[in-house]
């Protein structure tokens, strides 16, 4: 029982009727009835406020056993949320773990796959320079042709503004635009005279020849549409395959121009060799018909910078002394 309790408790008790004082002279069974009944009645009031304080006590009590049922059910929920939130914790750890060794594993096969890529790509440009060697050393007319067409497309293509990576794939493919004429006959590689149909059709097939020779590796992936497309035409009307526009792999359609002035512009078995000026001047012609007028005009402009006289002039000071035998 609190103090505020006891409190109550003595000030009803305090203010309950008084007994009357008895003195010698008042004996009587009035004054007992009335002694018994003040007795009882104030029994009666201890009673209830006993009572009273009980309940108030039962309630208080009940309303604790409550507050203490949440509470342990609380803390059965925050055991249970921290025990799920540890095992959470130790997976999200292992899938960490897991992921970081993953990620190596990742890198590791990256970085192979960047070594087999380089090492491809030395023995794939090591090849073609060798290529290029022995074109040279057979038929210098032939390695000068590849060397100068190279060289005006890494110029047409860092004109551009391709990236370096692309201007070199550009130019060392390049060199296998007519890989497909070693099927070609000589006799008609060699011919002096203006080619027959039947000849044309022939000479037509080392596009598909060339596409078919340099297999199916990545790193000739490039050379493979240069070798197929060179001859294709912005207007669609070249050939094997009639490709117009931007169908046409950029590097063909460069190719085409370098390829094309390179051929104006030097002695053939069937021709003299144009001057430099009738070889633009036809380049330009044939801009937006034979060949992409953004190209012609990336050329052109190297042409007026002397940039193509330029490469001319290197190709000519590095050439091998000995002399040509044949046309390409």
């Not at 992936?221 to 035409?233: D, F, M, N, S, V």
């Not at 030097?266 to 060799?273: E, V």
Request: proline share 3%; net charge negative.
């Amino acid at each position: 029982m609190g103090a505020d309790d006891t409190k109550e408790m003595i000030e009803t008790v305090d203010v309950s009727p008084r007994l009357p004082e008895i003195t010698g002279e008042e004996h009587g069974p009035d004054v007992f009835r009335q002694l018994l009944h003040q007795a009882v009645r104030v029994a009666d009031l201890a009673n209830a406020q006993a009572m009273r304080m009980a309940l108030d006590f039962a309630k208080v009590y009940e309303r604790e056993q409550g507050v203490r049922h949440e509470f342990e059910t609380q803390l059965g929920q925050m055991t249970l949320m921290e025990k799920q939130a540890t095992r959470y914790a130790e997976d999200l750890a292992s899938m960490l773990r897991s992921e970081r060794e993953r990620r190596k594993e990742l890198e590791r096969a990256l970085e192979q796959e960047r070594v087999a890529n380089e090492e491809l790509r030395r023995t794939g440009l090591q090849g073609i320079s060798h290529l290029l060697l022995a074109a040279t050393i057979k038929d210098r007319t032939t390695g000068e042709h590849l060397q100068r067409v190279r060289g005006y497309v890494e110029a047409i293509a860092r004109r551009l503004g391709l990236t370096a990576d692309l201007v070199e794939e550009f130019g060392y493919s390049s060199v296998m635009h007519d890989v497909g004429k070693i099927h070609t006959p000589d006799h008609i590689l060699q011919s002096e005279h203006h080619l027959t149909d039947e000849q044309f059709g022939v000479i037509k097939q080392h596009c598909i020849d060339g596409e078919r020779m340099l297999g199916e590796a990545r790193f000739f992936e490039t050379a493979r549409a240069i070798a197929r497309e060179h001859h294709e035409r912005w207007d669609g009307r070249g050939y094997p395959d009639g490709k117009k526009g931007e169908e046409i792999s950029l590097a063909a359609r460069i190719v085409s121009v370098a390829d094309v002035f390179d051929a104006l512009t030097s002695k053939r078995p069937y021709k003299d060799a144009w001057s430099a000026d009738a070889g633009l001047k036809a380049i330009e012609k044939d801009a937006g018909e034979r060949f992409d007028p953004e190209v012609v005009s990336a050329f052109v402009a190297l042409y007026r910078e002397g940039v193509v006289e330029t490469i001319r002039c290197q190709v000519a000071a590095n050439a091998p002394e000995q002399p040509g035998s044949s046309a390409t």
